[in-house]
C-alpha cells in the first residue's frame, strides 16, 4: 500500500503516452573474481555517488541528485545495469551517515515524494543526510509500464459484476494485458522485486558510506526494509518500520484484511460526518451507511459526467472513498466533495480523490547524468499502477489456474461483501492481478523470519486502514526478539506524520538510539499534543 503522509489528494488515472526507455549499460569495467561460486559485485560495491544540484521546477535549492547503478540481474552481474535515481538533504547537523526513506506503494517514487515532502523529515537531518530513492522500474530507475494494458487491466476489473459473471473473459483480457507490460517493460520485469531491491538497497549503503543501513520505511517500504533485515541482519543500523506490511498472507486474504480495515475507517469517518449539520448523509449514522451504499450503486448503474470527458461511476467514488480514508486531515475534504457530487452532481472533488489507489508522479531525477528532475511527462503516466501490479506479483508464489478462480469465486465474493458493503467488491478484483504473470518468489514468505540482528522499530496503527495492526504483531513475531512495537492507537495510514508522538519516538530512536519499551503506545491524535 501506498502510504501518504502529506495527505496531498491524488490524481485519475491516466493512459500512457510515448514509449518506455529501458535504462541498461553496458558491462565496461573490468572485474576481478574473489569466489568462482559466486558472481563478482565488487564493482558495484566499489562506487560512490556524485551529487550534483536538481535544477527540476518544483526542486527546492537545497536537494541534490544522484544515482547508483546495479546489476539487472545479480546472478548474473555482466548481462547488463541500471541506474538508479537518488534525491538527498544534507544533514543540518554533525552527521552519522544516510538515512534511507521508502515512501511505500509499491511503485511510489521516492525522489519526487522528497522534493514535494522533505519538510517532514527536516528533524531527521540534525544527524542524517536524508535520501531517497526511485526503486528499480519506478520513476526514474528505468520505469516499467504495461502501454495500454494498464487500462485495459483496470477496465477488465473495475466493475465486479462482470468478474463474477463473466470471470472467464476478465481472466483473457488480464493475460492480453500481463503480456502488454512485458512488452513494454522490457528486460527490468522479471528483475523487479523487492527481494532484488532489497539487493539495491544494500549497494547503495556502501556507496553512501555506511557500513550499516539506517532506514525509515513506510507501507509497502517495511517489507523491503524486512527483506532486507533478511538478507543482511549485520548490515542494518537503525531500522524503522511504520505501517507494517504482511508477509505472509496470499492476495486473496490481504484483499479481504484490506476491505476490511477500510470498511471500519469508513464507519468512522460517518459517524464524524453525522455529527456535522452539512454532512450529505444526515445525523443517523446507521441510515447514512445505508445511503453511502445506495449511492454507490445508483452511480454504477447511472455514472455521471465528469470535466474529463468520461463517467464517475460507484467504483470511482469507492476508490476515491478508499483514498480518503488514508488519513483524518482527508475527512473535511471528502465530507464537502460528496455534498457536491449529491447535491450538484459535481464531480470535480471526488475525481481529485479517485484513481483506483494510484497517484502520477509529481517529479522524478532524469537519468541523462546531469542531475536535474525531469517534467512528470518523462515517466510513463501508468508508471506506478504498472510497478504497484509487477512488484506485488513478483513477490507472490500463488498462481491458481482459471479453473480455480471460477471455481472459488462465487464464495471469495460473499466473504469480501460480508466484511464490507462498501469495499467488498472493489478489493476482491485485487485477487485476479497477477494472472498471466510469472510466479512470483517464496522467499519472502518462507525465509524472512527470525532475523538474528540489532533491534529494530515497528509502528502499528490501530485505526489502519490499509495495514492492519495485526499485521505490525505478526511480522513482529515472525521477525523474532529484534523487533520492537510501537502501539500507535490512532487513524489513518502509518503514524509518523499524523501522531506527534510517533515522531518523536521514531526520531529519538533513529537520533539517539532510543528505544521505546515493546508494546509501549502512543495515545489518539486529539491526545497527543
Known amino acids: 500500500m501506498l502510504a501518504k503522509l502529506s495527505g496531498r489528494p491524488l490524481l485519475r488515472h491516466c493512459a500512457v503516452t510515448g514509449a518506455v526507455g529501458l535504462a541498461l549499460l553496458g558491462a565496461g569495467l573490468p572485474t576481478v573474481t574473489a569466489d568462482k561460486d559466486k558472481p563478482d559485485l565488487s564493482r558495484f560495491y566499489d562506487q560512490k555517488v556524485t551529487w550534483s544540484k536538481c535544477k527540476g521546477l518544483d526542486a527546492p535549492k537545497n536537494l541534490q541528485c544522484g544515482k547508483v547503478t546495479v546489476p539487472l540481474d545479480y546472478s548474473r552481474p555482466k548481462a547488463g545495469t541500471l541506474e538508479l535515481a537518488l534525491a538527498r538533504y544534507r544533514a543540518t547537523g554533525e552527521s552519522r551517515g544516510s538515512l534511507l526513506l521508502n515512501f511505500g506503494g509499491p511503485g511510489g517514487a521516492g525522489v519526487s515524494e522528497l522534493a514535494a515532502g522533505g519538510d517532514e523529515f527536516m528533524g531527521l537531518a540534525k544527524g542524517y ?200 486531515e482527508l475527512w473535511p475534504s471528502l465530507e464537502r466533495a460528496i455534498a457536491q457530487l449529491v447535491e450538484d452532481g459535481d464531480t470535480r472533488g471526488v475525481v481529485m480523490f479517485s484513481g483506483g489507489g494510484y497517484a502520477l508522479p509529481r517529479r522524478a531525477a532524469d537519468d541523462d547524468g546531469d542531475g536535474e528532475l525531469a517534467d512528470e511527462e518523462d515517466v510513463p503516466l501508468d508508471n506506478l499502477p504498472a510497478a504497484l501490479m509487477a512488484i506485488n506479483c513478483a513477490d507472490d508464489p500463488d498462481r491458481p489456474s482459471a479453473d480455480e478462480i471460477t471455481r472459488n469465486l462465487g464464495r471469495l465474493r460473499a466473504e469480501y461483501e460480508q466484511v464490507s458493503p462498501v469495499f467488498g467488491r472493489y478489493r476482491l478484483t485485487e485477487v485476479l492481478m497477477c494472472y498471466g504473470r510469472p510466479k512470483g518468489t517464496d522467499y519472502i514468505r518462507e525465509d524472512v523470519r527470525d532475523v538474528h540482528g540489532p533491534k529494530m522499530l515497528l509502528v502499528g496503527t490501530r485505526g489502519d486502514p490499509a495495514t492492519p495492526y495485526r499485521w505490525t504483531v505478526e511480522t513482529a513475531k515472525r521477525l523474532g526478539d529484534a523487533a520492537v512495537v510501537l502501539d500507535n492507537k490512532g487513524d489513518g495510514h502509518t503514524g509518523y506524520g499524523s501522531s506527534k508522538c510517533v515522531q518523536r519516538k521514531v526520531d529519538a530512536f533513529l537520533l539517539y538510539g532510543s528505544l521505546p519499551p515493546s508494546g509501549s503506545s502512543c495515545g489518539s491524535e486529539e491526545d497527543d499534543h
Request: aromatic share 6%; glycine share 8%.
Open 129 to 328: 543526510n536524508v535520501v531517497s530513492f526511485d526503486p528499480r522500474g519506478v520513476g526514474r530507475s528505468s520505469p516499467v509500464s504495461c502501454g495500454d494494458g494498464t487500462d485495459e487491466a483496470l477496465a477488465a476489473t473495475d466493475d465486479g459484476s462482470e468478474v463474477s459473471e463473466d470471470p472467464r473473459s476478465v481472466l483473457t483480457q488480464l493475460k492480453k494485458a500481463a503480456a502488454a507490460c512485458a512488452e513494454h517493460s522490457g528486460p527490468v520485469l522479471p528483475h523487479i522485486g523487492t527481494v532484488d531491491a532489497a539487493r539495491d538497497l544494500d549497494v547503495m549503503r556502501q556507496a553512501l558510506g555506511d557500513k550499516k543501513l539506517n532506514y525509515l520505511g513506510f507501507s509497502y517500504g517495511t517489507r523491503l526494509g524486512a527483506v532486507y533485515a533478511a538478507q543482511f541482519p549485520k548490515k542494518v543500523g537503525r531500522l524503522v518500520l511504520d505501517g507494517v506490511d504482511t508477509l505472509t498472507e496470499p492476495m486473496t486474504e490481504q484483499a479481504l484484511v484490506g476491505a476490511e480495515g477500510q470498511q471500519r475507517a469508513l464507519d468512522d469517518f460517518i459517524d464524524w460526518c453525522a455529527e456535522d449539520i452539512a454532512c450529505p448523509f444526515g445525523q443517523d449514522p446507521r441510515s447514512a451507511r445505508d445511503q453511502v451504499v445506495r449511492l454507490i450503486d445508483s452511480l454504477d448503474e447511472d455514472p455521471v459526467p465528469t470535466d474529463w470527458g468520461d463517467t464517475f461511476s460507484g467504483q470511482d467514488l469507492v476508490s476515491a472513498i478508499s483514498q480518503a480514508l488514508y488519513s483524518r
